[in-house]
């Protein structure tokens, strides 16, 4: 069984970066596409961002286009997600997850992602 653990979460001022990552573990493959979605409190889970397998396909929600990026480091099967120019509205619990037909499209289909990570969270100061 795959398993997905996020970190990097925590608080953060508007304006401020961060960087998250996810590490899987268990049943493992490097074909895995990856994603990124967030939760915020009262709302329904939304996608992010989303990466193919090998890097060449990488989509973002148009909210954040050009303020994150995602990358991945198939020899540490692991997914990063760096979040510049934050915003209060970027608060939430972000979810890690992956899914085995590797089909990062322009929409990003939360249905589509077959395993998830527990979340970390992203809180704002001030």
């Known amino acids: 069984q795959l398993q997905l653990v996020e970190s990097g979460g925590g608080l953060v001022q508007p304006g401020g970066s961060l960087r998250l990552s996810c590490v899987a573990s268990g049943l493992t493959l490097d074909t895995y596409g990856r994603g990124w979605f967030r939760q915020a409190p009262g709302k329904e889970r939304e996608a992010v961002s989303c990466i193919s397998s090998s890097s060449a396909s990488r989509n973002y929600a148009d909210s954040v286009r050009g303020r994150f990026t995602i990358s991945r480091n198939n020899a540490k099967k692991t997914v990063y997600l760096q979040m510049n120019i934050l915003k209060p509205v970027h608060t939430g619990l972000y979810y890690c997850?992956?899914?085995?037909?590797?089909?990062?499209?322009?929409?990003?289909?939360?249905?589509?992602?077959?395993?998830w990570g527990p979340g970390t969270q992203l809180t704002f100061s001030s």
């Open positions: 997850a992956a899914e085995y037909l590797d089909g990062c499209t322009r929409t990003i289909t939360r249905q589509a992602y077959e395993y």
